[in-house]
Each structure stands twice: as C-alpha cells, then as structure tokens.
C-alpha cells in the first residue's frame, strides 16, 4: 500500500506543478506475488489492473464531458 500511496503523490505533484512543461500522465497496475509464485503471472495481472483502471476513468471522465 505503501508504494500506491507514493504514486498518488507523485501524480498529484504532476497534475499541480506543472509549470511550463508538458503534460506527464502515466499508470501503473499493482498485484501481489505469493512466495512461490510465478512472476509473468503477477505483471499479467498487474497489466490487467492498469487497464481495467484506465478504462474506468476514460467512461467517468467521458460521462463528466458535456456532449454537442
């Protein structure tokens, strides 16, 4: 959790100071890893995660959009 809380941070600190630069967007998926476990298994399902919580915005912030 610790290093979830670190990227809301990070993001934040981009969204708000900005500056003159570009905009810097990224994402980033989580999982865990059991010991034993298999660690493609783990990045799939963290890349699985990412998505999925990019697609959640992309339908909330289209839903906020005023429609022509």
């Known amino acids: 959790a ?6 809301d941070q990070v993001r934040e ?3 708000f100071e900005r500056g003159n630069g570009p ?5 980033a ?3 865990y890893l059991r010991a034993g ?7 799939h399902a963290a890349d699985e995660a990412m998505y999925r919580e990019k697609a959640t915005k992309q339908r909330a ?6 429609r022509s």
Do not use: K, M, Y
Not at 2 to 7: P, Y
Not at 61 to 66: E, I, T, V, Y
């Open 2 to 7: 610790a290093i979830l809380d670190r990227l």
């Open 13 to 15: 600190r981009l969204r």
């Open 23 to 27: 905009l810097i967007a990224f994402s």
């Open 29 to 31: 998926g989580h999982s």
């Open 37 to 43: 476990g298999n660690p493609d298994d783990a990045l």
């Open 61 to 66: 912030q289209f839903q906020r959009s005023p």
